[in-house]
């Protein structure tokens, strides 16, 4: 079955940083997408970022970057030179197998940008 | 404005009573999805739609029924509500990877809370 893990509830980062919010996935289907969602305290969804199983090189969409290893099954989200507007919750999700366009998701990590 | 449109953006009702939960998008999206978020759960899929009058059951279906007779509107009823479908709910949409998978758009969600 697939699943997404994001083992980390909770990271902090201060301003002007960068931050590594990690990701981890478990699929035996050869072609899937990875991607990244944001949800601000508004409460609303935000696509941040896509993966493909077959790009070969990582995807990048202004500060943020996944650093895709897919040996080691990781689609981690970068956000470089953080900002206090980047404090949110953070989702991972990954395309279903099959013709259907689902997504599952992680349980999200929360990141708090401090001055 | 083009988007996707929940409403109403929040309820509360009592255990027993029937609700319905309305999404409504103008992108003429072929794919649209029901998802609950719960805290420690991440987003979890309810139902889902690939087309008008194709709907299929998701992660959670239990007590929820979805009908969607145009490609716009994919509503959500609880029939029966309990306590235990107190959650916030995202309507999202989508149209059909090829070869690269294209994110989801969600709307801004509904709380639901049943007393």
């Known amino acids: 079955a697939q699943k997404i893990t994001q083992t980390q509830p909770g990271m902090f980062v201060q301003e002007k940083e960068a931050v590594t919010l990690d990701c981890t996935y478990d699929?035996?289907?050869?072609?899937?997408?990875l991607f990244w969602y944001k949800q601000p305290s508004s409460g609303e969804m935000i696509f941040l970022i896509y993966?493909?199983?077959?790009?070969?090189q990582n995807a990048t969409e202004g500060r943020y970057s996944l650093n895709f290893q897919k040996a080691r099954k990781s689609a981690n989200l970068v956000i470089s030179a953080s900002q206090l507007g980047d404090s949110a919750m953070y989702f991972c999700?990954?395309?279903?197998?099959?013709?259907?366009?689902?997504?599952?998701f992680g349980t999200g990590t929360r990141l708090q940008v401090f001055p | 404005d083009a988007g996707i449109t929940q409403s109403p953006r929040y309820k509360i009702t009592e255990t027993g009573r029937q609700v319905t939960l309305m999404c409504h998008q103008t992108?003429?999206?072929?794919?649209m999805f029901w998802y609950r978020q719960d805290l420690g759960h991440g987003l979890r899929l309810i139902y889902y739609s690939a087309a008008a009058d194709i709907t299929d059951k998701g992660e959670v279906p239990d007590g929820y029924v979805v009908s969607r007779s145009k490609t716009e509107n994919f509503p959500l009823t609880l029939e029966s509500a309990t306590r235990s479908q107190t959650s916030v709910y995202f309507c999202?949409?989508?149209?059909?990877?090829?070869?690269?998978?294209?994110?989801?758009?969600f709307g801004d969600g509904t709380r639901l809370s049943i007393l």
């Open positions: 999700a990954m395309r279903a197998p099959g013709n259907t366009d689902k997504l599952i």
């Open positions: 699929t035996s289907d050869p072609s899937y997408g």
């Open positions: 993966q493909g199983s077959y790009d070969q």
């Open positions: 999202a949409s989508g149209i059909p990877g090829q070869g690269t998978y294209q994110p989801q758009h």
């Open positions: 992108w003429s999206h072929s794919y």
